[in-house]
């Protein structure tokens, strides 16, 4: 806003006979004249005007005469310098998606402040150097590049120039949320003994189709239980699980995983059930008894987290009917009775006869 003319600490020397005696003379803007004067900065040639010689001539006074030529001769130079503003650059983020490097993440911004006001100039990946520029998770420090530093000046203006060319800022990629279902069946026979998981029985496949090979450790049961008694059971990602797949996984957020479909069972033993209970015989050949025992049932489906209906399970009690001969041989044996009910019969009939006879 100050023009050259407007310049402040001009001064005009006489120098006067007889050694090095010396008059100054401070000059306004109505002393001088300034070619092509305005406000942009560089230099500036300027001479005394009317004003500026009668004020020397005053200073000298009567005892020295000035030559006006001379005066009129006489050039100065006035030189505007650039004004020097401060400068930031801002910081920058995106979410991680493989294929953008830290270098080309967008919004990045050089701000300046000047006296009318701040300005911005936007840049592009050409106009910053990143240090390990990447595609991966992490933040990076990024500074002007040569391009960067002209591109802000151009937008300036020669009047000014920054304080510092090598600010510095961020740029920050952060992990991309990714989602998994870990899915899976492992059975086993009933023995008595807590169930133990076997990792090579369940996957745990990712939005993006990728998996992760699991460890026996990453997982656990949902209710964090080992179970003992038949029945289905709930399988989930351990804490350490958890935290050595997200290891595994830097460029990612694991936030949800879908377990739904991870089932331990337990099944029941084969076998004849074992039997208790009375039996009668009637001695007509049949046999009638009754056993009573208990099965263990198994739960058809498991939702979630095993309620408790699923670690213990509710006995059925079934009733079993004993071993038996069957109809024939329960004819057979009739038979067999009234022959020997008959023979029975003929010798008391002839024990009869005899005590007759003897008496």
Do not use: C
Not at 27 to 53: A, F
Not at 164 to 180: E, K, Q, R, W, Y
Request: aromatic fraction near 4%.
């Amino acid at each position: 806003r100050t023009k050259a003319s407007e310049a402040s600490g001009l001064n005009g020397v006489v120098y006067l006979s007889r050694g090095t005696a010396r008059l100054t003379v401070a000059l306004t803007t109505q002393d001088i004249v300034v070619d092509g004067d305005n406000t942009t900065t560089g230099t500036y040639h300027y001479h005394l005007s009317h004003s500026g010689i009668a004020k020397l001539k005053a200073a000298a006074g009567t005892n020295y005469a000035l030559n006006e030529t001379d005066l009129n001769a006489l050039t100065g130079t006035i030189t505007l310098t650039p004004l020097t503003v401060v400068a930031t650059v801002n910081n920058g983020h995106f979410q991680y998606d493989g294929v953008t490097r830290a270098s080309q993440a967008s919004g990045l911004l050089v701000t300046v402040q000047l006296p009318t006001g701040a300005q911005t100039v936007a840049l592009t990946n050409a106009d910053i150097d990143v240090a390990n520029d990447s595609v991966n998770v992490g933040t990076y420090t990024y500074r002007l590049s040569a391009s960067g530093i002209a591109k802000v000046m151009v937008a300036l203006g020669p009047n000014y120039q920054i304080n510092d060319t090598t600010m510095n800022g961020t740029i920050t990629i952060t992990p991309a949320v990714l989602s998994g279902q870990l899915s899976g069946m492992q059975q086993k026979i009933y023995d008595g003994q807590p169930g133990e998981l076997n990792a090579q029985h369940f996957e745990l496949i990712f939005t993006d189709g990728s998996h992760i090979i699991l460890e026996d450790s990453d997982l656990a049961f949902a209710d964090g239980i080992a179970p003992i008694v038949v029945g289905r059971y709930a399988v989930t990602l351990s804490a350490g699980g958890l935290k050595r797949i997200q290891a595994l996984l830097p460029n990612y957020l694991l936030e949800n995983v879908d377990t739904q479909q991870a089932v331990f069972e337990i099944v029941a033993k084969s076998g004849p059930l074992p039997d208790t209970g009375t039996g009668t015989d009637s001695g007509t050949g049949t046999n009638t008894g009754t056993s009573t025992g208990h099965e263990t049932g198994k739960v058809p489906s498991v939702t979630g987290r095993p309620s408790q209906s699923i670690n213990q399970q509710t006995p059925v009690k079934t009733t079993h009917q004993l071993p038996q001969t069957g109809d024939r041989s329960a004819n057979d044996l009739s038979i067999v009775g009234l022959i020997l009910t008959s023979i029975a019969s003929l010798f008391g009939l002839a024990g009869v006869r005899n005590k007759k006879r003897s008496e």
